[in-house]
């Protein structure tokens, strides 16, 4: 290892060893010291700078690939690094798959210190690009310049920047006008809105100043349909320039017939939520989605899985790891709009839906009704809170419980009353396996975890699914 300082500037030579949870990259100096690199591939031989030293490990960049990995690929995407949405598109997709499947393993063993079986391996997405259902597309006051951008001694425009947040940056927009994640009808939507607003030269919303036109966009797709939803959130308009872009918006479906839902909505508010008041719409205020033959109605704002590509295999998974008949009673705890819900009915004698969100619990209503099940029920209710448990003693006790919380897990007063409750059986889908294997640390006093199975619903990045079967002991 060769290490040198100039300018207070510390510089390493380092090989890339594994790929950790949030999928940075790792290595160990000389003295084995820990290094966290982005975006290096395991067998990689770097030179690193290195940043924000601690006793235990250090944080820096790769300046320069010295040997690449035989698993480094070529990124499809210009904005790679630069754009806070894919972290692991150098990774050939047989890697991601190992290394989502190692950060389970990781983490089971380290956080949650509890027996498993051995982790399947992750089950792949049929799509590794175009696979999103819904992008949010922010718009800024501020544009976040590439270094290539600085040398190159261009102007740029100020006030306006339309695109997606850099890493770790709320009030920092790349521009781009294509994102290989999204359908190529909403990369030529992206590229339109690019043209018109720069055209009009129209502002950005400044988050701080709570000034500028333009906020945000929606994209929602359909990958049974086709159809595509475009919502654009806006503040008041307040220009010449500002009425000729919503005249325009307006005429978006003639211009682009593959849009089958044009919205515009106003939002006045501090808040960074992509959401608002719809002023103006053009076309169903919904587009429908099937998933496992069961048909789904989604609003603008309403959450659903963004990659409906994979959708059958994780909810069928779900299913099949339930272990569901005929006699059972079903809880689907953080159930949203039904997606697990309606496919367990079909099995189950009755199941219950709770979810905090009054708006997918509309959504889960009206889709009950459009596919005409009648053994399911649905409420509306902060899971998190003492209230809830008095609402789930006035259920009958559950055989079954199946959970997929938030990123933050289940908290404390529900696992207490599921460990009261012991149901035969709790099937737990994560979109973290770091706050999934602390809580079955918990559930591992009753329960013995039979199955892990990670799947990859987000492809190009470190995030994983993970599926945990659990077994009521003594049953």
Request: charged share 20%.
């Amino acid at each position: 290892m060769s290490r040198r300082k100039y300018q207070e500037m510390i510089y390493e030579t380092l090989t890339i060893q594994s790929l950790g949870n949030e999928g940075v990259s790792i290595a160990r100096n000389d003295e084995g010291i820990v290094r966290f690199l982005k975006y290096g591939a395991p067998g990689d031989i770097v030179n690193a700078e290195i940043r924000q030293k601690r006793k235990k490990f250090a944080e820096g960049i790769i300046k320069d690939i010295l040997q690449p990995s035989p698993y480094r690929v070529k990124p499809h995407c210009n904005y790679f690094t630069q754009c806070g949405g894919c972290s692991w598109q150098h990774l050939s997709y047989d890697q991601q798959l190992f290394w989502k499947r190692q950060i389970v393993e990781d983490v089971c063993k380290r956080i949650g210190k509890f027996p498993f079986p051995e982790i399947a391996h992750t089950l792949p997405s049929p799509r590794q690009y175009n696979y999103r259902n819904k992008m949010e597309f922010s718009f800024g006051s501020s544009e976040w310049l590439t270094e290539e951008q600085i040398a190159s001694n261009q102007e740029f425009r100020k006030g306006y920047a339309f695109g997606l947040h850099v890493p770790g940056r709320f009030d920092k927009i790349l521009n781009i006008d294509e994102c290989h994640l999204q359908s190529t009808d909403g990369n030529i939507l992206l590229d339109a809105i690019q043209s018109k607003s720069n055209e009009l030269e129209l502002s950005g919303y400044d988050s701080r100043s709570h000034e500028g036109f333009l906020r945000s966009l929606i994209i929602r797709t359909s990958k049974h349909t086709g159809e595509l939803m475009a919502v654009l959130i806006t503040q008041e308009p307040s220009s010449e320039q500002d009425e000729e872009f919503l005249m325009w918006w307006k005429k978006i479906r003639n211009l682009y017939p593959f849009i089958t839902s044009a919205l515009h909505c106003i939002n006045l508010s501090w808040s960074p939520v992509a959401q608002g008041e719809i002023i103006f719409s053009d076309g169903p205020l919904y587009i429908t989605e099937s998933i496992l033959d069961i048909q789904y109605t989604i609003s603008p704002f309403s959450f659903f899985q963004t990659n409906s590509y994979q959708l059958d295999q994780f909810i069928d998974l779900i299913i099949q790891q339930a272990g569901i008949d005929k006699d059972s009673h079903v809880w689907d705890l953080y159930c949203g709009a039904g997606t697990i819900t309606f496919p367990a009915a079909k099995h189950a004698k009755f199941v219950i839906g709770i979810e905090l969100s009054e708006s997918s619990i509309i959504n889960a209503k009206h889709n009950q009704i459009l596919n005409g099940i009648i053994n399911t029920d649905f409420y509306s209710h902060d899971l998190h809170i003492l209230s809830a448990i008095e609402l789930l003693r006035t259920f009958e006790r559950p055989e079954i419980i199946i959970i997929d919380p938030p990123r933050a897990g289940v908290h404390d007063i529900l696992l207490k009353h599921m460990l009261e409750l012991s149901p035969k059986r709790i099937v737990y889908a994560s979109c973290n396996p770091a706050t999934q294997a602390r809580d079955i640390a918990i559930f591992h006093e009753s329960y013995e975890v039979t199955s892990i199975i990670p799947v990859d619903m987000f492809p190009q990045t470190a995030h994983v699914e993970s599926i945990a079967t659990l077994e009521l002991r003594n049953n």
